[in-house]
């Protein structure tokens, strides 16, 4: 069955440090791809998607590749801010439909 | 914003008593959801429906029922509340975003402690 699996966290960095999660998948068909981010106290947001293979989703400087070779949607960002503390989740839909599939998340704090 | 809200944000209960979780949403989509977060555990997705009347299980449905009777509600109703079942629960919507493809949309979350 499909599934996401995410990196583990919790991650924490020095501001202005470079930022990856890893994401890999597993899908029977072609999936959209996702990153969510969860900011205490509130419900998931979506960050960025990317529904094709080679496609990049960004947003708020963070970025992520569709890569069908080895199914992964890595995130990533050049230079993280205090701001960006939250959980981070990658999850996945097949094609157009309506079942979505979520990794464990990551939590991510930076430091000033 | 998908217009989706939920009641209560915060509730405390006791072992044993039941307990119904609200989400109401006023852009009339189709696909709703209701999912858990745990430490470890991330989202795991409880009941989902398809339409009015039309709700399907998820992978932890055990001690859970739903039930849909108008398109903008969605309850979700623990029979007999556990302290397994403390967590923070999320709604959420399916709504097609450009190029065909469906995103999820979450409230605020509801944060159950059974004591």
């Known amino acids: 069955g499909d599934s996401v699996t995410q990196m583990e966290g919790p991650v924490t960095l020095s501001e202005e440090a470079f930022l990856t999660i890893n994401c890999t998948y597993t899908?029977?068909?072609?999936?959209?791809l996702f990153w969510y981010v969860q900011y205490p106290g509130e419900g998931l947001q979506l960050l960025l998607k990317?529904?094709?293979?080679?496609d990049k989703g960004s947003n708020k400087g963070f970025e992520a590749t569709y890569r069908k070779e080895t199914t992964s949607f890595h995130l990533e960002k050049g230079s993280v801010q205090v701001s960006d503390s939250a959980v981070y989740f990658c999850?996945?839909?097949?094609?157009?439909?309506?079942?979505?599939?979520f990794g464990t998340g990551t939590s991510l704090t930076v430091i000033p | 914003d998908a217009g989706i809200t939920q009641s209560p944000r915060h509730k405390v209960t006791e072992t044993g008593t039941p307990v119904t979780l609200r989400c109401h949403q006023t852009?009339?989509?189709?696909?709703m959801y209701w999912y858990r977060q745990d430490p470890g555990h991330g989202l795991r997705l409880i009941h989902y429906?398809?339409?009015?009347?039309?709700?399907d299980k998820g992978e932890v449905s055990d001690g859970y029922s739903v039930s849909r009777s108008k398109t903008e509600d969605f309850l979700l109703t623990l029979e007999s509340a556990t302290s397994s079942q403390t967590s923070v629960y999320f709604c959420?919507?399916?709504?097609?975003?450009?190029?065909?493809?469906?995103?999820?949309?979450f409230g605020p979350g509801t944060r159950l402690t059974v004591l």
């Open positions: 959420a919507i399916s709504a097609v975003a450009g190029g065909g493809y469906n995103e999820q949309f």
């Open positions: 429906s398809y339409g009015v009347k039309d709700t």
């Open positions: 990317a529904t094709k293979a080679d």
């Open positions: 899908a029977t068909g072609y999936p959209s």
């Open positions: 852009e009339n989509h189709r696909y």
């Open positions: 999850a996945l839909s097949e094609g157009t439909g309506n079942q979505f599939y």
